[in-house]
């Protein structure tokens, strides 16, 4: 009750400064809760996936620090690993290590046998999952929300619960977005 106590007691000081970023909060706020609704996991499987998710990398980080670059993407607790390993006993390792986490249901390594990717390659993944994002809330025949993009050395992951002919409209989208080499379906269907 104090920690309640003190923290409106902080709000209400600090509100002058803070009245230009309500908006901002408020639509944040909207925005969230229009993509959870839209979304076709629970929300209690949304923060398992977020969990899984932090667990992994943290689980990681622990382990081979700095050594590796890879990315943990947990859709429906079905586990994406994507990134680069220095060899592939450790690239199995990573597998081994989602596996031990809580609630995961199924792992997929794509993880290549390599140096850690260049910030400018991290960077150009960044803009073509972006890209593929923007393209795919133009696309009538998928809803945006029920796709998770993961973009990997210009490789484009494609996770969620979709239906086959969703899975087959967001791969078509993302494989004729520029900069994707390679589109990887890691969809579950709902048909």
Do not use: W
């Amino acid at each position: 009750m104090k920690s309640l106590i003190r923290l409106v007691a902080l709000l209400i000081a600090l509100s002058p400064l803070l009245q230009a970023c309500i908006p901002l909060v408020v639509g944040a706020g909207v925005g969230a809760g229009v993509m959870m609704a839209d979304d076709r996991r629970s929300n209690a499987v949304i923060l398992e996936d977020q969990t899984i998710e932090v667990k992994a990398k943290n689980r990681f980080e622990e382990k081979y620090k700095d050594s590796i670059h890879a990315n943990v993407t947990s859709f429906n607790r079905y586990v994406l690993i994507t990134g680069q390993a220095p060899t592939e006993e450790i690239k199995l390792d990573l597998t081994a290590i989602v596996l031990e986490v809580e609630n995961v249901r199924n792992v997929q390594n794509e993880v290549v046998v390599a140096g850690n990717a260049s910030f400018t390659s991290r960077s150009s993944d960044t803009i073509t999952t972006t890209s593929v994002k923007g393209r795919l809330t133009q696309n009538k025949e998928i809803g945006a929300n029920h796709v998770k993009v993961v973009t990997e050395n210009s490789t484009v992951f494609l996770m969620g619960l979709v239906t086959r002919a969703e899975a087959e409209a967001a791969s078509q989208t993302a494989a004729t977005t520029s900069g994707v080499q390679r589109v990887v379906k890691v969809f579950e269907y709902t048909d």
